[in-house]
Every structure is written in structure tokens, then in C-alpha cells.
């Protein structure tokens, strides 16, 4: 009999760690491995963020502070949000959490119960069924691909839900796919979530990231009755390049809020007092917007450039999402399975990728622009190479 709790059992192991393991061997016997694997921008965090944070530690701000989060910090959210998402949160509503990655846990652990079911768009971000399966819950898969731009339906919605659908979970900008739901797309998904009763737990840590004419959009924003539906999930991570700070946030509705800050209180407390002092920074220091939008031109660019040697590519088809820094192209002409291709790619063209089964779908692979130009070039060339030798391969047989 095993000695770990069942619920450590219905975890699956993460298979982004295997390629990983496999990348960081290779780089020791000296191979230069042309790396698209990134989850994380590859720009430093903004010097007036590491400054402030420096700040508050020589005023001494190392001790334990409030759970939910700084009185300050929770006031510039809830007034970040009420200005640019027009989502009308009380400071009260909001949570300051260790990461995007943490208010979803914490939200999920207050919502769930054993047999409840959780609507999941696929491909998704790799932690939503894993902590749905540490709540207990059942995930409820609702297929996307190319034909749909990778997007669910309203229509599709209304029928994956049963009696036991609590649910609902969003994110766009989408990793893996980098797709953004628009106005419309969204309106009509928050009038069955009001018309079902649901819940929507909208992961919105890409929103800053958004290229060509596209605008994010909060699903909470269509009116009152969505608004009191929808539990926001963000962050600092991706769009200030502080991945490393652990520093995210969750709003709603009060009652959920408060469960989720009791849960952080009887597991990791606050966030590290002199961390929020950076996030501070970032929401408050003017030179910030520009410092971003800089970066935002840069992943603009990036993009295009991937977007554009991949399409030329013979085998491979790829949308060209408008968000976050991920493209996700199907492989399937390869006739290998997305972990096969990935090693392959590895070991013979050193070009490091994520698996899509990692996200949901065997027929993709993850491609990340947060890194430099060169790598781009390099990293796509080697695909190239890879694809003309599966294609040459298949026709053969
Ligand atoms: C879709 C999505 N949500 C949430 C997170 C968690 O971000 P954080 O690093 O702030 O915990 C990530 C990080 O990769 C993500 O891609």
C-alpha cells in the first residue's frame, strides 16, 4: 500500500520537466541548444521595481504583514482593475497572492468538491486539471483546434453542462495557443455563464500582451450580473517580467475572496512584504506603461519573425495568434506524437520545445518567442531541417 495520500496519485508528472532534464545534459556536454521552451520574458525586471523592492528592505520591511496583501497594493489592484478592465472591485475583493499560479489554487480549493465538474477549453495551462484533480473535481474537457481558432463556441458551452458543472475556466490570452476571445466571443459566453449560473475563473496574466489591433478584454465586464459570476485571476509575472517574485492576485466575489485568503492564511501566509513593495512600484511609477509597451514591441516583432519562417515551413500549420508569447503549431504531418518530435528535435537539431499533450493536444508543439532573434532563426531553421527529414521519411514508406 502506498504511504502518499490518494490525492497525490491523481497528479500527473510533469512532462515539461523530462525535456528540461534532457536540455540541461545536452548543454553539459557543451551543445549550444537553441532554446523555444521559455514560459518566462527574457528581459529583466524593470530597475525602478528592483529598486523600490531594495527600499523597502533597508526600511526594514522583512517582518510578517497582512494575509490578503498590503492595504496599498490591494487598493492600486482593485484600482487597476476598475480603470482598465471596467471590473468595479473594493480593495476587499482582492487577494495578493504568490503568483497567478497560487490564486488559482487557492480559488479552486474554495470552489470545488469532490464530483463537481470544471468546464476546461483545450488546449490549456498545464496546472488547471492537475489542481482541479487536488480539489477533488472532474475536469471537463471542451476541444478547440485551428477550425475554431482554437476557441470555444457559446453553443459549445451550453452543452458540456450538467447538474454538476460548477465552473467555468478561461484564459486569454491563452498559453499554449496565444488566441484572445474577442467582445462579441466573450459576451456571448458570459450570457450562458448568467443564464446557466456558473462561475468563470478568467485568467487574464497575459493581458498586456496583445499584438497587431487586438484588445483584451475581461469577460467580467459586460454588466452586473456576469461581474458577480466572474473570479479574475492575475499578475505581475509576464507583463513586468517578475516571474521570479511570485507575485499575482485574485478578485471576486466576496465570499470566495475571503475563503481564498483563509486558505492562503493556514498554508503560505502573505507575500514576501518586500516583494509587494516592487509590485507597488509597477502599478505606480509612471515610467512603467512605456517600459512596457517597449517589451510588448519587442514580443510584437519577435512574433512575426517566428510566425513568419514557420509558416514557410512544408508540414506545419500555424495560426498566427495575437497574444501572449507563444505559437503552437500542429506537427501531425511529422507523424510523430508531440513528446517523439520534441526528443527528436532535441537530440538531432538541438532546438528545445514543449510537448502539446503537455497542454492537451498530441498534435502540437509550444513555441515560445520570449527570447532573442537569433534563437528564433536558429530554433525554427533546425525545425525546418527536422520537418523536410519527416516528410521525406513518409513519403518513402
Ligand atoms: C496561463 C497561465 N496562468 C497562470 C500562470 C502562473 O503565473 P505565475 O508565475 O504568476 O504564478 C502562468 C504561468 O506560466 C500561465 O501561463
Not at 198 to 226: N, T
Not at 237 to 248: F, P, V
Not at 291 to 310: C, W
Not at 317 to 337: E, K, R, V
Request: hydrophobic share 45%; with cysteine; glycine share 8%.
Amino acid at each position: 500500500m502506498s504511504r502518499l495520500a490518494r490525492r497525490v496519485s491523481a497528479l500527473t508528472p510533469s512532462l515539461t520537466l523530462a525535456i528540461a532534464a534532457r536540455t540541461k545534459a545536452l548543454k553539459a556536454e557543451g551543445i549550444n541548444i537553441h532554446g523555444l521552451s521559455a514560459g518566462e520574458p527574457d528581459f529583466d525586471t524593470p530597475a525602478v521595481i528592483t529598486a523600490a523592492a531594495h527600499a523597502a528592505l533597508a526600511r526594514g520591511e522583512t517582518k510578517y504583514g497582512p494575509v490578503s496583501g498590503q492595504p496599498l497594493l490591494r487598493r492600486l489592484i482593485a484600482d487597476k482593475l476598475a480603470k482598465e478592465n471596467g471590473l468595479p472591485f473594493t480593495p476587499e475583493q482582492i487577494l495578493v497572492t504568490n503568483g497567478g499560479k497560487q490564486s488559482l489554487y487557492n480559488a479552486i480549493m474554495a470552489l470545488i468538491e469532490p464530483g463537481d465538474e470544471v468546464l476546461i477549453p483545450a488546449p490549456y495551462w498545464l496546472s488547471y486539471p492537475e489542481m482541479v484533480a487536488l480539489a477533488g473535481g472532474t475536469s471537463v474537457f471542451l476541444p478547440t483546434d485551428e477550425a475554431s481558432d482554437f476557441k470555444i463556441s457559446a453553443a459549445q458551452l451550453e452543452a458540456a453542462i450538467t447538474p454538476r458543472t460548477r465552473l467555468l475556466i478561461l484564459n486569454s490570452p491563452s498559453n499554449p495557443t496565444g488566441m484572445i476571445y474577442n467582445r462579441s466571443e466573450l459576451q456571448a459566453l458570459a450570457e450562458v455563464v448568467v443564464r446557466r449560473d456558473l462561475l468563470v475563473i478568467s485568467d487574464e496574466i497575459y493581458e498586456k500582451l496583445v499584438y497587431d489591433r487586438a484588445e483584451h478584454v475581461s469577460i467580467g465586464s459586460f454588466g452586473p450580473e456576469i461581474f458577480q459570476r466572474t473570479i479574475i485571476s492575475g499578475g505581475f509575472s509576464k507583463a513586468y517580467a517578475m516571474t521570479g517574485w511570485r507575485l499575482g492576485y485574485l478578485a471576486g466575489p466576496s465570499d470566495i475572496v475571503e475563503a481564498a485568503s483563509n486558505i492562503q492564511g493556514h498554508s503560505t501566509s502573505n507575500v514576501a512584504v518586500f516583494a509587494q513593495a516592487g509590485a507597488i512600484a509597477a502599478l505606480q511609477e509612471p515610467s512603467i506603461p512605456e517600459t512596457v509597451e517597449a517589451m510588448v514591441r519587442v514580443f510584437a516583432e519577435r512574433r512575426l519573425r517566428m510566425f513568419s519562417a514557420l509558416s514557410a515551413i512544408d508540414g506545419i500549420q500555424c495560426c498566427c495568434s495575437q497574444g501572449a508569447f507563444y505559437l503552437f503549431p500542429n506537427i501531425s504531418a511529422s507523424g510523430l506524437d508531440s513528446t517523439t518530435f520534441c526528443e527528436q528535435l532535441l537530440d538531432q537539431f538541438h532546438v528545445a520545445a514543449v510537448a502539446g499533450v503537455a497542454f492537451g493536444s498530441d498534435s502540437h508543439i509550444r513555441l515560445s518567442y520570449a527570447t532573442d532573434n537569433e534563437t528564433i532563426d536558429q530554433g525554427i531553421a533546425g525545425i525546418k531541417r527536422f520537418m523536410a527529414t519527416r516528410l521525406t521519411y513518409a513519403s518513402l514508406r
